[in-house]
């Protein structure tokens, strides 16, 4: 089933400011965020109160302007319901590393967090690639870039893999499509669609990335196809990045152990969260 991109459009002409959420559906949607209810009640209130109020609603949370639709993707929720931008702890351990005349390439960029988040804190200095292989979230990305007029993030519609070519995306189809993962017996797969693929080493290439400051990668169990391809060329070192943040809590579907290679590479963890690694060089 191919998930549709049509009603990104709702609210096209609006501008910024026009969809604010209420009062109702800042309420309902943090109750479904908050970390004060354990992670059961979260669940009944975004199944049961929180969805009336699927959006899209405008919201601006720490400098970044966002178009959100919390019923579908948890970034949106966060942002919709508690009025800040999700994995607080992950952006503090790479705050340090910002500065405006750095790369940032963001694999698996979702609806733009990271991207937006470097983009504002750098002064809109920083040159950024995102890549996000969902057609519809890569269409609210590509929104939200527009929508804060950082004209050096380069987004792409497409997935850094070990091959060009295609490959399905499976996703639940529903509550968080963020979540999407090139793994199908990754969580409740229910939905699929044929996205684009290229090795990171071609990405870069074909848009002028000679030296990458700071990457991440979060793609659900996907990282060490994303990233071993760059890795694995010795001649490709003065590509290899100066950080990297990636996430681990699904390591145990990697093919081969990204942070293990990386550490054979002169890599060192610099920080960790309870989800993902800093490792720099």
């Known amino acids: 089933m191919q998930p549709s991109t049509e009603d990104i459009e709702d609210g096209g002409d609006q ?9 109702p559906a800042r309420a309902a949607w ?4 908050t970390k004060r209810l354990p992670r059961p009640a979260r669940k009944w209130f975004r199944k049961r109160l929180a969805v009336r109020f699927p959006g899209p609603f405008d919201v601006e949370a720490e400098g970044v302007r966002l178009r959100a639709w919390p019923a579908e993707n948890r970034c949106d929720r966060v942002a919709v319901g508690r009025g800040v931008l999700p994995e607080a702890p992950e952006r503090r351990l790479v705050d340090p590393l910002l500065r405006p005349d750095m790369t940032f390439v963001d694999i698996g960029a979702n609806v733009g967090v990271y991207s937006l988040h470097v ?3 750098t002064g809109g200095g920083a ?3 995102a890549l996000e292989p969902h057609p519809r979230t890569f269409a609210k990305l590509a929104r939200n870039v527009a929508l804060n007029g950082f004209d050096r993030i380069l987004a792409l519609n497409l997935a850094a893999g070990p091959e060009a070519g295609e490959a399905l995306l499976f996703s639940d189809g529903g509550g968080n499509i963020g979540g999407a993962s ?3 017996g990754k969580g409740a797969a229910r939905q699929s669609v044929a996205v684009a ?3 990171l080493p071609d990405i870069l290439r074909d848009n002028s990335i000679n030296r990458i400051d700071l990457l991440k990668a979060d793609v659900e ?3 060490d196809r994303a990233l071993m391809p760059l890795l694995d060329d010795p001649t490709l070192e003065p590509l290899w990045p100066g950080a990297v943040l990636i996430e681990t809590v699904n390591r145990s579907l990697w093919r081969t152990d990204v942070v293990a290679a990386l550490e054979g590479r002169g ?3 610099a920080g960790r969260t309870e989800e993902n690694l800093l490792l720099t060089r």
């Open 267 to 269: 890599y060192h963890v």
């Open 127 to 129: 040159r950024v690639l």
């Open 221 to 223: 169990g996907y990282e």
């Open 182 to 184: 090139m793994l199908e």
């Open 15 to 23: 501008p910024f400011g026009a969809l604010r959420p209420g009062f």
């Open 119 to 121: 983009s504002a804190r």
């Open 30 to 33: 943090l109750l479904a965020t």
């Open 197 to 199: 693929t290229c090795p």
